[in-house]
Structure formats: structure tokens, C-alpha cells
């Protein structure tokens, strides 16, 4: 269930007074009641469904669509909703009644305009907005388009710099493999009696796919200099997860025969090969804070994408504790890229200028002081360099060290669980320096070893190898 906001909406929510922003104009309060298909069992939600005041895609919603998209974000449980309640009031904001949003497809592109305008009425100023309800035609009152800031003359509230969703269609940027368990376990939580489509999704970019109501769906996130800027730093950490498939197959012994959908903007293909002419607005990046927070989280810290060209790694780990305890990784799979300059005879300054570790599970084994071990398993686990760090590459000797920079790492984690049982709900984020760093680089292509030590104080240390792949 996304729900999200393209011009005021959210401050209008939060009783904010923006100086040009004109307040939501649609407001409907629905008592939707769901029917599950197979319990028979019922649950009823209310909302309060709020719009913006933007020109209409057609067809207008209805309000069993409305039940549909803000209890699962899709239209396809239509048929099992029954709307118990729906009027239109003039502000539910404040009334304790849980924010509903219209489908995200029932707004324009901001490319294509009109603020305030019906469809086709391309005069400035003011036009009437309409939505039909259960068959009836309601028309709203005459509003007024927003004075043009320089926000909105630079792309609208959903551009310049921040941290970005890279797309609402994240659940389904997905790969298809062949067999479909050769890289591990079905990604998605849905029970597969009720939605067979699933089996096509055997591989995907986020860590986990949350499609069941009332858990947050997650979206990969990057740092960006505005939202075409973003979206192409998305379409670079989509394209090396695609590549990363391709290696992890070639040691699994499996093919891709349908890759994750790389390309960020107009139509989609979904799960069923149909395609989706209206998913435009999904499928771009958005800023986290014009999206519901309670609806969607990044997957994994928001990644700081350099420039390319980009390397596939991969890599091991390790830690030891001061008491003697060890626990090992392995399959550690990411992307970095580099440069060379200052060039002479015998070194270079090479420049690492993005180091990502893709977020994903991590499993392993460990051993206690005694000698006895188990299986351990880190949810959502994953790094990268905040910053790029430079070092002197010897063009003699092929080995490269670090003597005046190091690495700004962020390590990211969620839950643990040591032989199979849970330790930890949640995980956190850990900013750290590392000053033990040696690498070497065989030829100005490759391949790159970096070697890095950190010293945890009281927990011990931590090592890591990481070396690029052709």
C-alpha cells in the first residue's frame, strides 16, 4: 500500500502553512470489509482517502479500488471488498482515522501538467476537479493552481538533492532463474496457492519482498543530486545486481532467463508479462519524504553511488573475539569502481570512488572458545564506502596502499539469529573508519584485491578480502 504525495499534500496532512501550497481538495472518508477468499474470516479498516489537486487520469476511481489500493496497494482484491461507508467531507485530517491515499496511477506525470486543471484544459489559473464514487458524479469545487516556486520550476517537490526511493515497483523488480531455487529461497512471503504469479520471481533486488498487508514493502535507496540524478544512479545499482545474477550463475550452474527490469521511468511489465501503460509515476524514483513512512522503508542504508564504469567483487569475511570466538562469511557479492591518475613511471593515485556491498542474507558457521559451533544467519547485511579514499598504486610491484586516507565505511544490518533462533529484532547502522587497508591491482583493468582490518575495541576484530571479477 504506497501512498504518496507529488506536490503539498503531506505538509497540508501535517497542519503545516507553506507559503503557496493550496490544501488537499478531495477528501473521502470509506469502512472498507475484506473477505478472505480462503478463511472466509472478515476484518474491516477505515480511512480517511485524501487527493490531491491535480487533473485526473481516466478512468476515476471507485471506492471499492480505493479499499483495494490502501489496504494491499493493488487493484486485484476488488472482488473481495465490500465498502461499508463512503462520504465525501470537507477535512477527516486530525480525526484519528488512518491517512488513505488515491492509486498513485490516478496521477499525471508533472511533465504533463495541470495543477489544479481538468484533463485537456491547458488555460492557467483554476478548472474543476471530479471524482466518481459508486457510480455517482460528484464535481468539486473550482481551485486554484499553486503560485510557481523554484522548486517547482526545477522539477516539482520530487527533485534536487536527497535521499531517493528508487521505485514504488520495487516488489516486482524481480528475476526469473532457472532452476528457480539455485541462488536459495523464493524471495516473496505470499502463500503460493493464492498467488501462483509468484513463482516467476525467484530472484530480487530488494533483500526481501513484503507484499503482505500491514508490512512496510522496501525500496532500495541512493543519495542524488536531484531525481534524474537518481534515477540514474537506480539504474546503475539495478544493472550490477543483473550482473551480479549472471556471475552468481555461472558458479551455481543456473541461467536468468527474465532479468529485473532496470530502467526506471514509463511503462512496466508485470510478473504475467502484461503490460502497464499507467505506471510511470511508480516506477520513477521519489524523495523518502514525499512517501508514507509507515508504508515503505529503504532496504538497506540509501547507497552513495559514484561514477563508473563498475566492477562486480567478491568477497569473505571474518571476526575473532578477544575470548576466542570466530565466525566466517563467505559469497559476500558487491560492486566498486576506481580510477587512476597522477600517473609516473612507477605509480599511479588510484581513487576507489564507489564501494557498495549488495544488502542481502548472510549465513555461516562459528566456532566458540572451546571448539564447538553453530550456524549463524545476518539479515539485511550490507556496506559501502561514504566517501571515495585514495591510495598509491606501485605499477612494479602491483600492490597498493592507503598511507594518508581511509575508508569511510557504514556497515548496515537487521536481525540475527544464531542457530536458528532469533538474538536480535532489529539491527542498526555502524559509521567507522578504516585505516588498515592494503589492496593490489594487476594490470590498469584488473583484477583489484583491497584487504581491509578493523579493530572493534571490546569486540574484537574484523577482517574482510574483496576482489573485483571479470
Known amino acids: 500500500?504506497?501512498?504518496?504525495?507529488?506536490?503539498?499534500?503531506?505538509?497540508?496532512?501535517?497542519?503545516?502553512?507553506?507559503p503557496g501550497c493550496s490544501p488537499p481538495e478531495y477528501q473521502r472518508h470509506i469502512i472498507c470489509e475484506y473477505k478472505d477468499p480462503v478463511t472466509q474470516e472478515t476484518e474491516t479498516k477505515e480511512y480517511c482517502v485524501v487527493a490531491e489537486p491535480l487533473c485526473w487520469n481516466d478512468p476515476k476511481p471507485n471506492d471499492t479500488e480505493l479499499c483495494s489500493w490502501n489496504w494491499f496497494?493493488?487493484?486485484?482484491?476488488?472482488?473481495?471488498?465490500?465498502?461499508?461507508?463512503?462520504d465525501q467531507v470537507g477535512n477527516c485530517s486530525g480525526s484519528g482515522i488512518p491517512r488513505g491515499n488515491f492509486p498513485v496511477w490516478y496521477y499525471p506525470a508533472k511533465s504533463k501538467g495541470c495543477v489544479g486543471q481538468e484533463p485537456g484544459n491547458s488555460s492557467g489559473g483554476s478548472g474543476q476537479t471530479s471524482a466518481t464514487s459508486g457510480g455517482d458524479s460528484t464535481t468539486e469545487p473550482t481551485t486554484t493552481a499553486p503560485t510557481t516556486t523554484d522548486t517547482e520550476t526545477t522539477g516539482g517537490l520530487n527533485d534536487g538533492p536527497g535521499t531517493y526511493y528508487c521505485s514504488l515497483r520495487s516488489p516486482h523488480k524481480c528475476a526469473n532463474i532457472s532452476p528457480d531455487d539455485a541462488l536459495g529461497n523464493d524471495?516473496?512471503?505470499?502463500?503460493?496457492?493464492?498467488?501462483?504469479?509468484?513463482?516467476?520471481y525467484d530472484a530480487c533486488w530488494t533483500s526481501t519482498v513484503n507484499?503482505?498487508?500491514?508490512?512496510?514493502?522496501?525500496?532500495?535507496?541512493?543519495?542524488?543530486?536531484?531525481?534524474?540524478?537518481?534515477?540514474?544512479?537506480?539504474?546503475?545499482?539495478?544493472?550490477?545486481?543483473?550482473?551480479?545474477?549472471?556471475?552468481?550463475?555461472?558458479?551455481?550452474?543456473?541461467?536468468?532467463?527474465?532479468?529485473?527490469?532496470?530502467?526506471?521511468?514509463?511503462?512496466?511489465?508485470?510478473?504475467l508479462n502484461n503490460d502497464d501503460i499507467d505506471g510511470d509515476e511508480q516506477e520513477e524514483p521519489w524523495k523518502i519524504d514525499l512517501v508514507d513512512a509507515n508504508d515503505w522503508q529503504c532496504d538497506g542504508e540509501p547507497?552513495?553511488?559514484?561514477?563508473?564504469?563498475?566492477?562486480?567483487?567478491?568477497?569473505?569475511?571474518?571476526?575473532?573475539?578477544?575470548?576466542?570466538?570466530?565466525?566466517?562469511?563467505?559469497?559476500?557479492?558487491g560492486f566498486l569502481s576506481y580510477s587512476l591518475s597522477n600517473c609516473t613511471?612507477?605509480?599511479?593515485?588510484?581513487?576507489?570512488?564507489t564501494l557498495v556491498g549488495l544488502t542481502g542474507h548472510a549465513e555461516g558457521g562459528y566456532t566458540d572458545a572451546a571448539g564447538s559451533g553453530g550456524t549463524y544467519e545476518l539479515q539485511q547485511i550490507g556496506f559501502q564506502s561514504r566517501v571515495p579514499f585514495s591510495g598509491t598504486w606501485d605499477k612494479i610491484r602491483k600492490n597498493i596502499t592507503f598511507p594518508t586516507d581511509v575508508m569511510q565505511a557504514q556497515f548496515w544490518g537487521g536481525p540475527v539469529l544464531i542457530d536458528g533462533v532469533s538474538v536480535t529484532d532489529n539491527g542498526g547502522v555502524l559509521n567507522a573508519e578504516l585505516d588498515q587497508l592494503v589492496g593490489s591491482l594487476q594490470s590498469t583493468t584488473g583484477p583489484l584485491t583491497l584487504n581491509m582490518t578493523y579493530q572493534m575495541s571490546l569486540f574484537g576484530t574484523a577482517s574482510a578480502s574483496l576482489q573485483t571479477v571479470p
Open 187 to 200: 524471495p516473496y512471503n505470499r502463500d503460493p496457492g493464492l498467488y501462483p504469479e509468484d513463482d516467476d
Open 211 to 271: 507484499l503482505l498487508a500491514g508490512q512496510k514493502k522496501l525500496s532500495k535507496c541512493v543519495v542524488a543530486q536531484s531525481q534524474a540524478d537518481a534515477k540514474s544512479k537506480c539504474e546503475d545499482g539495478c544493472t550490477n545486481f543483473n550482473d551480479s545474477l549472471t556471475m552468481a550463475c555461472a558458479n551455481a550452474g543456473c541461467s536468468v532467463p527474465k532479468y529485473v527490469d532496470c530502467i526506471f521511468e514509463g511503462d512496466w511489465t508485470d510478473e
Open 345 to 353: 613511471a612507477t605509480t599511479c593515485t588510484i581513487t576507489i570512488d
Open 1 to 18: 500500500m504506497s501512498k504518496h504525495a507529488t506536490s503539498c499534500i503531506l505538509v497540508s496532512l501535517s497542519v503545516l502553512v507553506v
Open 73 to 86: 496497494g493493488d487493484d486485484a482484491h476488488q472482488g473481495d471488498m465490500t465498502v461499508l461507508t463512503a
Open 303 to 333: 547507497l552513495i553511488i559514484g561514477d563508473g564504469p563498475f566492477t562486480q567483487f567478491e568477497g569473505s569475511g571474518t571476526i575473532i573475539t578477544p575470548d576466542g570466538h570466530s565466525a566466517g562469511m563467505t559469497g559476500v557479492q
